[in-house]
């Protein structure tokens, strides 16, 4: 069965970067893009952007660019998000998404930026 | 950016009741390959996102079917015909036709 599986909790210091993966299982990994979804504490869902495993194209919502960046290991079907000068606002739990976009979901992975 | 507008944000129900969420684009989700990226999503208490349906009107595998989907253009609605304890949660639209690609701000559905 279809499953992705994302690294887990990270305590980051503010102004630092963080590197998180999805592992890929049960489809061809290069077939589908990966979506990023960020969510906010008891809030709502916001797009980051998607990569294309096969290809390495990727797109970006600008409100994230310089912010975010998507690489892929199609060896291992991994991809991972790289979020770069965190800040407090940063703190969120971060999804990736595969399959018709959104058919299929991680478990999330926290990040919390403090001090 | 597309914006999608849910109404209502709070919706509250009794087993076996019927509810609609509606979801409304600021522009129109048909893309110009003639597909229409219009999706629900169902967010039960502490864990990830679930697809209910997809293009509109398209059941996703192992979904139950008092799920349906409607609309075209910029206007659509999720219907529960008959909502079980199971539906609690909070339903979001999601629009994948414009990137970026957005979410609406998401409709709760609590059970009396």
């Known amino acids: 069965q279809v499953q992705l599986q994302q690294s887990g909790a990270e305590l980051v210091k503010p102004g630092s970067s963080v590197k998180m993966s999805c592992k890929a299982s049960?489809?061809?990994?290069?077939?589908?893009?990966i979506y990023w979804i960020k969510q906010r504490p008891g809030q709502g869902l916001e797009w980051i952007g998607r990569?294309?495993?096969?290809?390495?194209?990727?797109n970006y919502n600008e409100k994230f660019k310089g912010k975010a960046t998507f690489t892929v290991d199609k060896s291992s079907s991994t991809a991972y998000m790289q979020l770069s000068s965190l800040t407090p606002e940063d703190t969120a739990v971060y999804y990736c998404?595969?399959?018709?976009?959104?058919?299929?979901w991680g478990q999330g992975t926290l990040v919390t930026v403090s001090s | 950016d597309v914006v999608l507008t849910q109404t209502p944000p709070t919706l509250s129900a009794t087993i076996g009741q019927s509810v609609s969420i509606s979801c409304r684009s600021s522009?129109?989700?048909?893309?110009?390959?003639?597909?229409?990226?219009l999706h629900w999503l169902l967010q039960r208490p502490g864990q990830s996102p679930q697809l209910l349906i997809y293009?509109?009107?398209r059941l996703e595998s192992g979904v139950p079917n008092r799920f349906s989907g409607s609309g075209s253009g910029t206007d659509f609605t999720l219907k529960i015909s008959g909502v079980e304890a199971e539906d609690l949660g909070v339903y979001y639209c999601v629009q994948g036709t414009h990137a970026p690609f957005t979410f609406g701000s998401g409709t709760k559905l609590e059970i009396k």
């Open positions: 522009q129109s989700l048909l893309h110009s390959n003639g597909n229409t990226y």
């Open positions: 293009s509109v009107s």
């Open positions: 998404a595969s399959v018709m976009g959104f058919a299929y």
């Open positions: 990569i294309g495993p096969g290809s390495g194209d990727t």
């Open positions: 049960g489809y061809t990994f290069t077939s589908y893009y």
